[in-house]
């Protein structure tokens, strides 16, 4: 197996297909409900955003789309395969090739013994590179992508500042050329003006790579400034969906129109 | 004698573990849970390779126990005269004899033989324990071959090191299927692993975990396309058989800076001097 006989990334992109369908996923944490009756299509470039306060089921709804939760309820199609139906080593494997996921706290997706290029190369690895030269060339040039200085490669992300862990979580996700990329508030936790930097690096990079990216945060400065179209949860359900300025500039639903006039404004 | 059953252990213990053996010689590589019992030693000594060889011995086997390649030293000993008290068995140093050999972080350097069995004693059998410490996450690695984790461990060698600087207990691939840790022998020995005629088994007491090599396993070293594994030595011949293929140690003989360097497998190295070879400080046997 090598690098580029990975079967995902050889199929033709159709931009008028959804790349991500679906349709009436729940999720209940016995008789709770985590997220209810979920629907939406996601097509190749798009960003979506999810918002909503703290417990609306977004960060529920985000694993059981990236496969770390199962659903109770409901289907997933991915390129027109069936996720939920999937076997796990498929579902693994498409999870390190053709997805990613960055995690709010950089903690959670590196490994903080490993050193940055080995954290970069470790997907490479993972899916069959076997030349050092190769991977370090690759770690090394996705190290400059997220704006951090070659000679940091050999360091370990704990002698990083929260801000670097965050673009290297992104690098080690990125490596491998994945087509849609989950975010779980990746700018949570940043002083603002790491945040804008970071914001910046994220918009050029989905630009850049056609990007399918499904971010959850209660931010709403970072969707507005990253996705196109947004979706409004409270309580596991999803009250209003929409083009995201339409969506801030015209709430139609009470919550929305809460969280709008919620945010400061300096 | 009478006080102990033969080999010490009951029979539906070593029953148990000899279906853990089986079913680890049916899948190669593959790390078999068993129930480990209290020994009488601590762990550490070799409880896993001491059931193992339990579970192996035959009244007509003859017995030989290494420690680091030496038949002389405590651990050896010790095990030895175990098996004598409460097996009965034979025993003896060499290697050709032996009829079940346990080896503590050493592979004889006298090529085996089909028919011998070679019992290892583990510390720790998960080769991905020390980057990943979850369990479960481990089995399910093993159980989706995704073994990627374990080349991270080398490239983090050759960046710190410039080269892969694991020298013992270096991950192998069995049979192109699972990866093992063959035990904390030499590098230099992992050759040895693959294509042997005789029945390798791996005891773990304290992790309860048994797994085997059957004869003629193909076993590979990882390595990296531009990094190719390399057995290694100290660039030494033996000092006093002059063996110059030999796995060697290193002894401090005074506090002047001297230092010679002899075969660590002692059978190998008496039975090179019987037949007259000698090396630097060697006196004709």
Same mark, same amino acid.
């Given at each position: 197996?090598?690098?580029?006989?990975?079967?995902?990334?050889?199929?033709?992109?159709?931009?008028?297909?959804?790349?991500?369908?679906?349709?009436?996923?729940?999720?209940?944490?016995?008789?709770?409900?985590?997220?209810?009756?979920?629907?939406?299509?996601?097509?190749?470039?798009?960003?979506?955003?999810?918002?909503?306060?703290?417990?609306?089921?977004?960060?529920?709804?985000?694993?059981?789309?990236?496969?770390?939760?199962?659903?109770?309820?409901?289907?997933?199609?991915?390129?027109?395969?069936?996720?939920?139906?999937?076997?796990?080593?498929?579902?693994?494997?498409?999870?390190?090739?053709?997805?990613?996921?960055?995690?709010?706290?950089?903690?959670?997706?590196?490994?903080?013994?490993?050193?940055?290029?080995?954290?970069?190369?470790?997907?490479?690895?993972?899916?069959?590179?076997?030349?050092?030269?190769?991977?370090?060339?690759?770690?090394?040039?996705?190290?400059?992508?997220?704006?951090?200085?070659?000679?940091?490669?050999?360091?370990?992300?704990?002698?990083?500042?929260?801000?670097?862990?965050?673009?290297?979580?992104?690098?080690?996700?990125?490596?491998?050329?994945?087509?849609?990329?989950?975010?779980?508030?990746?700018?949570?936790?940043?002083?603002?003006?790491?945040?804008?930097?970071?914001?910046?690096?994220?918009?050029?990079?989905?630009?850049?790579?056609?990007?399918?990216?499904?971010?959850?945060?209660?931010?709403?400065?970072?969707?507005?400034?990253?996705?196109?179209?947004?979706?409004?949860?409270?309580?596991?359900?999803?009250?209003?969906?929409?083009?995201?300025?339409?969506?801030?500039?015209?709430?139609?639903?009470?919550?929305?129109?809460?969280?709008?006039?919620?945010?400061?404004?300096? | 004698?009478?006080?102990?059953?033969?080999?010490?252990?009951?029979?539906?213990?070593?029953?148990?573990?000899?279906?853990?053996?089986?079913?680890?010689?049916?899948?190669?590589?593959?790390?078999?849970?068993?129930?480990?019992?209290?020994?009488?030693?601590?762990?550490?000594?070799?409880?896993?390779?001491?059931?193992?060889?339990?579970?192996?011995?035959?009244?007509?086997?003859?017995?030989?126990?290494?420690?680091?390649?030496?038949?002389?030293?405590?651990?050896?000993?010790? #095990?030895? =005269?175990?098996? /004598?008290?409460?097996?009965?068995? +034979?025993?003896?140093?060499?290697? @050709?004899?032996?009829? &079940?050999?346990?080896?503590?972080?050493?592979?004889?350097?006298?090529?085996?033989?089909?028919?011998?069995?070679?019992?290892?004693?583990?510390?720790?059998?998960?080769?991905?324990?020390?980057?990943?410490?979850?369990?479960?996450?481990?089995?399910?690695?093993?159980?989706?071959?995704?073994?990627?984790?374990?080349?991270?461990?080398?490239?983090?060698? #050759?960046? =710190?090191?410039? /080269?892969?600087?694991?020298?013992? +207990?270096?991950?192998?691939?069995? @049979?192109?299927?699972? &990866?093992?840790?063959?035990?904390?022998?030499?590098?230099?020995?992992?050759?040895?692993?693959?294509?042997?005629?005789?029945?390798?088994?791996?005891?773990?007491?304290?992790?309860?975990?048994?797994?085997?090599?059957?004869?003629?396993?193909?076993?590979?070293?990882?390595?990296?396309?531009?990094?190719?594994?390399?057995?290694?030595?100290?660039?030494?011949?033996?000092?006093?058989?002059?063996?110059?293929?030999?796995?060697?140690?290193?002894?401090?003989?005074?506090?002047?800076?001297?230092?010679?360097?002899?075969?660590?497998?002692?059978?190998?190295?008496?039975?090179?001097?019987?037949?007259?070879?000698?090396?630097?400080?060697?006196?004709?046997?």
């Amino acid at each position: 197996m090598t690098l580029h006989s990975t079967e995902f990334s050889q199929k033709i992109r159709d931009p008028d297909q959804p790349l991500l369908k679906v349709e009436g996923l729940t999720k209940r944490y016995g008789p709770r409900i985590g997220c209810l009756d979920v629907s939406f299509d996601l097509y190749p470039g798009e960003v979506l955003g999810i918002v909503g306060e703290s417990g609306s089921g977004k960060s529920t709804l985000l694993s059981c789309l990236a496969g770390h939760q199962r659903a109770d309820l409901g289907r997933i199609a991915y390129d027109g395969r069936d996720v939920l139906g999937m076997s796990e080593t498929e579902r693994r494997r498409l999870g390190r090739t053709d997805w990613a996921f960055v995690h709010q706290n950089p903690r959670d997706g590196l490994r903080m013994g490993v050193s940055a290029g080995g954290n970069v190369g470790e997907r490479l690895m993972a899916v069959g590179a076997r030349h050092y030269g190769d991977i370090r060339d690759k770690a090394q040039d996705w190290l400059g992508r997220v704006e951090i200085a070659s000679d940091r490669i050999d360091d370990r992300p704990s002698a990083f500042s929260g801000g670097m862990q965050q673009r290297l979580q992104i690098a080690r996700n990125l490596v491998t050329g994945p087509r849609l990329v989950f975010m779980d508030e990746p700018t949570g936790g940043l002083d603002v003006s790491v945040q804008a930097r970071l914001l910046d690096l994220l918009r050029g990079l989905v630009r850049d790579l056609g990007l399918s990216v499904i971010i959850v945060t209660h931010d709403l400065a970072v969707v507005r400034l990253l996705a196109h179209r947004l979706m409004v949860m409270k309580s596991g359900r999803v009250v209003e969906q929409g083009l995201t300025d339409q969506v801030l500039d015209d709430p139609q639903h009470a919550y929305t129109q809460l969280l709008v006039s919620s945010v400061l404004q300096v | 004698m009478t006080d102990y059953n033969f080999a010490y252990l009951d029979e539906q213990t070593k029953r148990m573990i000899r279906r853990a053996i089986l079913k680890g010689i049916a899948v190669p590589g593959y790390q078999v849970p068993f129930a480990s019992r209290e020994m009488p030693m601590p762990y550490g000594w070799g409880t896993g390779g001491v059931q193992v060889t339990a579970a192996c011995l035959v009244p007509e086997d003859k017995l030989k126990v290494i420690d680091q390649g030496a038949d002389d030293t405590t651990n050896a000993v010790s #095990i030895r =005269r175990f098996f /004598q008290r409460t097996a009965n068995v +034979a025993v003896t140093e060499a290697t @050709e004899e032996a009829t &079940v050999i346990q080896t503590r972080h050493r592979i004889p350097e006298t090529p085996l033989t089909e028919g011998q069995i070679l019992v290892y004693q583990v510390p720790i059998p998960e080769p991905l324990r020390f980057l990943e410490p979850r369990e479960t996450e481990t089995r399910k690695m093993h159980e989706l071959e995704e073994y990627g984790l374990m080349h991270v461990k080398l490239y983090e060698d #050759i960046a =710190r090191h410039g /080269q892969i600087a694991t020298s013992y +207990a270096y991950p192998v691939k069995v @049979e192109g299927r699972y &990866v093992m840790d063959p035990s904390p022998i030499p590098k230099f020995d992992n050759p040895k692993l693959g294509q042997n005629p005789a029945i390798q088994l791996f005891g773990a007491g304290r992790e309860q975990r048994i797994y085997a090599l059957p004869p003629y396993t193909e076993v590979v070293s990882l390595d990296f396309d531009d990094h190719p594994f390399q057995p290694s030595k100290a660039a030494h011949d033996c000092d006093l058989c002059g063996a110059k293929d030999s796995y060697l140690d290193e002894v401090i003989t005074d506090d002047a800076g001297g230092r010679m360097f002899v075969c660590s497998d002692t059978d190998f190295c008496a039975g090179r001097r019987a037949k007259g070879h000698t090396g630097r400080l060697g006196e004709a046997a």
